[in-house]
């Protein structure tokens, strides 16, 4: 049984790396758009900022019910995180010209 396991691990890398190989020869190089990249620099800071705020809730003990959850469509949380990557820059900028 042991050896039929083995055998087909071996084929199932062998298959593996074949179309591996066989996708890598078609694929071209992708070209990313200056605004994909900013959406994506976006939203993963915002993702950043809401995954720290929902630790440092639960590490305080907020209760996660702090808002009537019936009349907000999205999570408040969520979009204040948005807000906060959106503003980031702006406020990095005014941070530097105040400081020279």
Same mark, same amino acid.
């Given at each position: 049984?042991?050896?039929?396991? $083995?055998?087909?691990?071996?084929? /199932? *890398?062998?298959? #593996? %790396?074949?179309?591996?190989?066989?996708? =890598?020869?078609?694929?071209?190089?992708?070209?990313?758009?200056?605004?994909?990249?900013?959406?994506?620099? $976006?939203?993963?800071?915002?993702? /950043? *900022?809401?995954? #720290? %705020?929902?630790?440092?809730?639960?590490? =305080?003990?907020?209760?996660?019910?702090?808002?009537?959850?019936?009349?907000?469509?999205?999570?408040?949380?969520?979009?204040?995180?948005?807000?906060?990557?959106?503003?980031?820059?702006?406020?990095?900028?005014?941070? =530097?010209?105040?400081?020279?």
């Amino acid at each position: 049984m042991q050896v039929l396991g $083995l055998f087909l691990l071996s084929v /199932g *890398i062998f298959a #593996s %790396l074949r179309s591996r190989r066989y996708l =890598l020869m078609w694929r071209s190089e992708n070209r990313s758009s200056l605004l994909s990249a900013s959406i994506t620099q $976006l939203v993963g800071t915002a993702g /950043g *900022i809401y995954l #720290s %705020l929902e630790l440092l809730f639960s590490f =305080l003990r907020i209760p996660e019910d702090w808002w009537n959850p019936s009349t907000f469509v999205v999570e408040p949380l969520a979009v204040f995180s948005l807000v906060l990557a959106i503003l980031q820059p702006f406020v990095i900028q005014l941070w =530097l010209k105040v400081r020279k």
